[in-house]
C-alpha cells in the first residue's frame, strides 16, 4: 500500500482519545504484505512502504527487487533491504499513538505478540524487552538512542518539536545542512569531505521549510497533471468507444456493399439470361423458319417427281411433253434452292463473353478500401452514394487524403492491385445506376467513346485527388482576377477565336491488362522512329507502338527491384541514344532509366524526387523534372546527379507538363494558371504564354520541329494553341469530337500529336498552323 508523508506536527495533533483504529484511518499501520503493524517500515523507489523482513523474503535474485505492488524493479547494493530509508510517516504515526497512552506490539524482533517497552530512534523500532536488552549489550548497536515508552510518555511535550535525524554514513553526525547541489540533507562531516567542493548548502533550519512548501507544490503540480492524465483516460475511453461504434459500423457497411454488389449481380445475372432467352428464342426461331422451308422445298420436289414417274408410266410421250415446260420451271425453281449449311450453322452459333479481368479490376477499383484518420485532412467534401433497387444511405462527409502522406513509402505493396483505391474517394457519388455493372456481353467488348462508370473510376482519379480538380477554377479570387486580367488585356476571349477543326487519323487501344490494354495510360512519349511511348499506370509497365498504333513490345513489371516498375506517370526519350526515362509516382517517387529494347539501366532520385509531374530530356541529355505539390523544378545528369534545382512555388499552381529549347528555358503548363510559365535554368521566371480564355486548364506543353510551342487542354474539347517562343499566337485547333478527360500529349516529327485519353485509348491527330480569326 501506498504511504502518504505526514510531518511531525501533523502526528502530534492527534487527541489524545485517538485510538490505533483511528490513527489507521488516517494512515495504514500494517503491511499489505503481512497484515500486520509495519516492523522497520522500508520505502521503495516506487514510495510504495513494506516491513522489511517481508521485503528479505521475497527477493529472488540478491541484486535486483521487483516492488510486490507495481512490479517496479530496483538494484539492490551490497546493503541489501537495510539500504532503502525507512517510512518516517509510519514511524511517527505509531511513536504518536504510543504518547496517547495507545498500546504497541514489538517491531524489532518476530515476537509479534510481545508488547513494546522502548523506542530505537536509530532503527528505527519499537521494542520489546528483548530487544531493548539487546541494544544494550549487543555491539551492533552501539551508539543507538533508544528511550523508554514510559520516557516519552511523560515528556511528550518535548518530542513534539522536530525530532534529529541520525547520518547514515555518520552515525554519531547529526543531519543539520541541505545540499542543494546534491538534493540531500547532510551532517557536518559530510560538508567536509564529499560535499565540500562546489556544493552549495544551507542549515536545514533555514531552509527545510522552504523546500518542503517546495515538495508540496510539487504534489500540487503532480495532483493537477494526474487530473489532466485521468481526463485523457477518459478522452481515450470514448475514442475507444467510439472507434468501436466506427468498426461496427464499417462492418456494416462492408456487409451493405457486399449486399448491394450481389443484388446488381443478381439483376445482372437476371438481365442475362433474359438476353440469352431471347436471342435463342429468335435464332431457335430462324433455324424453325428455316427448316420447314426446307421441308417445304423437300416437298414439293417429291411431288414433281412422283408426278412425272405417274405420267412416264401411264400417258404418252406427247401427253407427257405437254406438262414438260411447266415441270422445267417449277423443278429449276425448286433445284436452284442452295442454302448454305456451313453459313446457316455458323450464323446460329450462341456464346455468352465474360470479361474476367475487368471484373477483378472493377470490382477492387469500386468495392471500396479502409481509410483511417491519418489520411483525413480537415477540409471536407461532402459525397452522397447513390444505392439503386432500395440500398439507400444518408450523405457522408469525405475528407480527402493528406497530401503529405503520400510521401511517406508504402511498407505493402499489392502487385495484383491495378487500381490505387484511393481514387475512390472521388468516385463514390458515381455508382452505376440499375443494370449497368457488366457482367460480360454476347459479343466483342467494345468500349464506348464516353465516360463509363468504369472509367469515373479509374485511377486517374488519384491525380485528381492528391492535387485537386484539375477541371474546376482556381478558388483564390485574387489569382483569378489577375489572370482574367493578363488574358484580357493580350488575347481575346476565347468565345472570339476561330478554331480549325482537327480529326484524328489512328486511334488504338482500350482497357485491360492485355497487350495493347491500358488501365491508365498516364503518360506518353515519342522517339526518334516516331514510336510511341506510353506508360501505363496502374498496369506497372510500359508499351511501345508504332506510328500507326501497332503495338512493338513492352516492359516492366510490378515490384521495386531492378527492371521491375511501379505506378510509372510520366515518359520522355533521350533523342540521341533512344533511352527511355520514366518516372514514378508514390510510393517510389524516382527515376529509371531503360535503354531502346526496353533493358533496365539504372534507378535514381528515390531521395530527392516528392511528386514527379512531369519530365523532358534536353539536348544534352539532361533530364529536366517538374514537381507539383512542392512547385519544384531539378535538373538530373544522366548518372543521375542533381545538376540544379530550385522551387517555384510563388509562380506555379498546379504543373503538370515540361519541355525545354535550346537556350536552356524551361517551358511549364500550369492547369490552374491555365498558362505556359517560361523558367531558365537558374530558376528565374521569365514570361507567360497563353492565359485564362486561351488556354483553359492545359494538359501537356511541347515544341515542334519549328519551334513552335504547343500548348493543349481539353476544355469542352481538346484543343491546340500554337505559339511563337515570345509568346505570340499562331494558330488554333480543336477536336470535332469530344474526348474523356486526358492525361498526356506528344509530339511526333510528321506534324501530328498523340494524345492519351481516359477512355483507355491513344488518339493520332494532325494539325494545321491556321492563323486565328476574329468573329
Known amino acids: 500500500?501506498?504511504?502518504?508523508?505526514?510531518?511531525?506536527?501533523?502526528?502530534?495533533?492527534?487527541?489524545s482519545n485517538s485510538s490505533?483504529?483511528?490513527?489507521?484511518?488516517?494512515?495504514?499501520?500494517?503491511?499489505?504484505?503481512?497484515?500486520?503493524?509495519?516492523?522497520?517500515?522500508?520505502?521503495?523507489?516506487?514510495?510504495?512502504?513494506?516491513?522489511?523482513?517481508?521485503?528479505?523474503?521475497?527477493?529472488?535474485?540478491?541484486?535486483?527487487?521487483?516492488?510486490?505492488?507495481?512490479?517496479q524493479e530496483t538494484f539492490l547494493t551490497s546493503a541489501g533491504i537495510?539500504?532503502?530509508?525507512?517510512?518516517?510517516?509510519?514511524?511517527?504515526?505509531?511513536?504518536?499513538?504510543?504518547?496517547?497512552?495507545?498500546?504497541?506490539?514489538?517491531?524489532?524482533c518476530k515476537s509479534k505478540h510481545l508488547l513494546a517497552v522502548a523506542r530505537c530512534f536509530d532503527c528505527p523500532d519499537f521494542l520489546c524487552q528483548d530487544c531493548e536488552r539487546a541494544h544494550q549489550y549487543m555491539k551492533h548497536f552501539d551508539g543507538h538512542r533508544v528511550i523508554?515508552?514510559?520516557?516519552?510518555?511523560?515528556?511528550?511535550?518535548?518530542?513534539?518539536?522536530?525530532?534529529?535525524?541520525?547520518?547514515?554514513?555518520?552515525?554519531?553526525?547529526?543531519?543539520?545542512?541541505?545540499?542543494?547541489?546534491?538534493?540531500?540533507?547532510?551532517?557536518?562531516?559530510?560538508?567536509?569531505?564529499?560535499?565540500?567542493?562546489?556544493?552549495?548548502?544551507?542549515?536545514?533550519?533555514?531552509?527545510?521549510?522552504?523546500?518542503?512548501?517546495?515538495?508540496q507544490h510539487l504534489a500540487e503540480q503532480a495532483k493537477v497533471k494526474a487530473n489532466d492524465l485521468r481526463g485523457s483516460s477518459k478522452s481515450l475511453e470514448h475514442s475507444s468507444n467510439r472507434l468501436q461504434i466506427q468498426y461496427h459500423k464499417a462492418q456494416n457497411e462492408i456487409n451493405e456493399t457486399?449486399?448491394?454488389?450481389r443484388s446488381m449481380l443478381e439483376e445482372r445475372k437476371q438481365e442475362a439470361l433474359k438476353e440469352l432467352d431471347g436471342a435463342y428464342n429468335a435464332k431457335q426461331s430462324g433455324i424453325t423458319n428455316l427448316s420447314s422451308r426446307m421441308q417445304e422445298y423437300i416437298e414439293k420436289l417429291y411431288q414433281g417427281v412422283e408426278f412425272i414417274d405417274r405420267m412416264t408410266k401411264h400417258a404418252s410421250s406427247t401427253e407427257v411433253l405437254i406438262f414438260k415446260k411447266m415441270l422445267d420451271t417449277n423443278l429449276q425453281k425448286l433445284t436452284s434452292f442452295m442454302p448454305d449449311t456451313n453459313s446457316v450453322t455458323s450464323s446460329f452459333d450462341l456464346e455468352f463473353v465474360s470479361n474476367y479481368q475487368a471484373i477483378q479490376v472493377g470490382i477492387r477499383n469500386t468495392f471500396g478500401y479502409v481509410r483511417t484518420?491519418?489520411?483525413?485532412?480537415?477540409?471536407?467534401?461532402?459525397?452522397?452514394?447513390?444505392?439503386?433497387?432500395?440500398?439507400?444511405?444518408?450523405?457522408?462527409?469525405?475528407?480527402?487524403?493528406?497530401?503529405?502522406?503520400?510521401?511517406?513509402?508504402?511498407?505493402?505493396?499489392?502487385?495484383?492491385?491495378?487500381?490505387?483505391?484511393?481514387?475512390?474517394?472521388?468516385?463514390?457519388n458515381n455508382f452505376p445506376s440499375s443494370g449497368s455493372l457488366t457482367l460480360g456481353s454476347f459479343t466483342d467488348p467494345i468500349i464506348s467513346n464516353n465516360l463509363n462508370p468504369y472509367e469515373k473510376w479509374s485511377n486517374g482519379g488519384l491525380d485528381l485527388l492528391h492535387n485537386g480538380d484539375v477541371f474546376s477554377t482556381s478558388t483564390d479570387p485574387v489569382i483569378d482576377l489577375t489572370s482574367k486580367l493578363i488574358s484580357a488585356n493580350i488575347y481575346p476571349p476565347k468565345s472570339q477565336i476561330k478554331r480549325q477543326k482537327m480529326i484524328y487519323h489512328c486511334k488504338f487501344g482500350e482497357f485491360g491488362v492485355m497487350e495493347g490494354q491500358f488501365?491508365?495510360?498516364?503518360?506518353?512519349?515519342?522517339?526518334?522512329?516516331?514510336?510511341?511511348?506510353?506508360?501505363?499506370?496502374?498496369?506497372?509497365?510500359?508499351?511501345?507502338?508504332?506510328?500507326?498504333?501497332?503495338?512493338?513490345?513492352?516492359?516492366?513489371?510490378?515490384?521495386?527491384?531492378?527492371g521491375q516498375l511501379l505506378y510509372p506517370n510520366r515518359v520522355a526519350v533521350v533523342k540521341t541514344s533512344g533511352d527511355?526515362?520514366?518516372?514514378?509516382?508514390?510510393?517510389?517517387?524516382?527515376?529509371?532509366?531503360?535503354?531502346?529494347?526496353?533493358?533496365?539501366?539504372?534507378?535514381?532520385?528515390?531521395?530527392?524526387?516528392?511528386?514527379?509531374?512531369?519530365?523532358?530530356?534536353?539536348?544534352?541529355?539532361?533530364?529536366?523534372i517538374v514537381e507539383c505539390k512542392v512547385m519544384r523544378v531539378i535538373i538530373f545528369s544522366q548518372m543521375g546527379d542533381v545538376l540544379h534545382k530550385f522551387g517555384c512555388s510563388k509562380h506555379l499552381e498546379f504543373p503538370n507538363g515540361v519541355v525545354v529549347n535550346d537556350k536552356e528555358e524551361i517551358f511549364i503548363s500550369d492547369n490552374r494558371a491555365h498558362c505556359v510559365k517560361v523558367f531558365s535554368y537558374q530558376g528565374v521566371f521569365l514570361r507567360q504564354i497563353g492565359g485564362e480564355g486561351i488556354t483553359n486548364y492545359p494538359i501537356g506543353v511541347g515544341i515542334n520541329p519549328a519551334g513552335e510551342i504547343l500548348v493543349a487542354d481539353n476544355h469542352n474539347n481538346f484543343n491546340l494553341t500554337i505559339f511563337t517562343q515570345d509568346g505570340q499566337m499562331v494558330s488554333a485547333l480543336e477536336s470535332k469530337v469530344k474526348h474523356a478527360q486526358c492525361f498526356d500529349v506528344a509530339l511526333m516529327d510528321e506534324g501530328s500529336i498523340v494524345l492519351a485519353s481516359k477512355d483507355y485509348r491513344l488518339y493520332i491527330y494532325r494539325y494545321m498552323q491556321m492563323p486565328p480569326m476574329l468573329m
Open 519 to 562: 488501365t491508365e495510360p498516364s503518360g506518353v512519349a515519342v522517339n526518334a522512329q516516331n514510336d510511341i511511348i506510353v506508360a501505363d499506370t496502374n498496369n506497372h509497365r510500359i508499351q511501345i507502338f508504332d506510328k500507326e498504333g501497332r503495338f512493338k513490345f513492352q516492359f516492366g513489371e510490378c515490384g521495386k527491384r531492378d
Open 82 to 108: 537495510a539500504a532503502f530509508p525507512p517510512d518516517f510517516a509510519v514511524n511517527n504515526v505509531l511513536e504518536a499513538s504510543v504518547l496517547e497512552g495507545a498500546t504497541l506490539s514489538c517491531t524489532g
Open 580 to 624: 527511355i526515362v520514366v518516372t514514378e509516382r508514390s510510393p517510389t517517387h524516382q527515376v529509371q532509366i531503360y535503354n531502346q529494347y526496353g533493358q533496365f539501366v539504372r534507378k535514381f532520385g528515390a531521395n530527392i524526387l516528392q511528386h514527379p509531374r512531369g519530365v523532358t530530356v534536353d539536348n544534352k541529355g539532361r533530364i529536366i
Open 20 to 71: 490505533e483504529g483511528d490513527i489507521e484511518n488516517s494512515l495504514n499501520t500494517k503491511c499489505s504484505l503481512c497484515n500486520e503493524t509495519y516492523s522497520i517500515p522500508k520505502v521503495l523507489p516506487c514510495f510504495h512502504t513494506f516491513c522489511q523482513p517481508c521485503l528479505e523474503k521475497i527477493i529472488e535474485t540478491p541484486d535486483k527487487l521487483s516492488c510486490p505492488e507495481c512490479h
Open 373 to 428: 484518420s491519418s489520411e483525413m485532412q480537415s477540409r471536407q467534401y461532402p459525397q452522397p452514394i447513390a444505392r439503386p433497387n432500395g440500398f439507400s444511405a444518408p450523405p457522408r462527409t469525405i475528407t480527402p487524403p493528406n497530401p503529405l502522406a503520400a510521401n511517406m513509402p508504402n511498407p505493402m505493396v499489392n502487385c495484383n492491385n491495378l487500381f490505387d483505391p484511393t481514387a475512390l474517394l472521388l468516385s463514390k
Open 258 to 261: 457486399y449486399n448491394f454488389y
Open 148 to 215: 523508554s515508552l514510559g520516557e516519552l510518555q511523560n515528556n511528550k511535550e518535548e518530542y513534539k518539536v522536530e525530532k534529529p535525524v541520525m547520518c547514515k554514513k555518520h552515525r554519531q553526525e547529526m543531519l543539520r545542512f541541505f545540499c542543494h547541489t546534491c538534493n540531500i540533507p547532510i551532517c557536518k562531516e559530510c560538508t567536509l569531505v564529499e560535499h565540500s567542493k562546489g556544493h552549495e548548502y544551507d542549515y536545514l533550519s533555514e531552509c527545510a521549510r522552504r523546500e518542503v512548501y517546495s515538495l
Open 1 to 15: 500500500m501506498s504511504s502518504p508523508t505526514l510531518s511531525t506536527t501533523d502526528t502530534m495533533s492527534l487527541t
